[in-house]
């Protein structure tokens, strides 16, 4: 993996090693809290992904997100790539699991601990 200076720089590295198309699609004129990008793999199926960066292990939401998450999840297929710079991994997972209090990516006032899923 390139260098990861910032969650910029780290959604740009995943896009760029997508197979089939994705394309960055938040932007100030999209519904608040939607994804950041939309990844239309070879086989045709679609997911949406929100990337996030974290240096402390705990990534942070806008009070929109998970509400958008929340509606949206069970019609869109979304998921939450998160790299943490303190351990160097990745974490990849549904949107759901934010709303399951048995998961390790459940959410907690609004951040998610990634170091319970490491």
């Known amino acids: ?3 990861i200076r910032d969650e910029q720089s780290f959604k740009m590295s995943c896009v760029r090693k997508k197979k089939g198309f994705a394309f960055c699609i938040e932007t100030e004129s999209t519904v608040l809290g939607f994804p950041d990008v939309m990844h ?3 086989d045709g199926k679609v997911t949406f992904e929100e990337y996030k960066y974290t240096e402390t292990g705990r990534i942070k939401f806008q009070p929109t997100q998970p509400a958008f998450f929340r ?12 790299y943490n710079a303190k351990s160097g991994k990745v974490h990849k ?3 759901r699991e934010l709303f399951n209090k048995e998961s390790p990516y459940r959410l907690e006032n609004g951040q998610v601990d990634l170091r319970r899923a490491e």
Do not use: P, T
């Open 40 to 42: 239309v793999h070879e």
């Open 93 to 95: 997972f549904s949107v």
């Open 71 to 82: 509606k949206y999840g069970g019609l869109m297929h979304i998921e939450v790539v998160a």
């Open 1 to 3: 993996m390139e260098k």
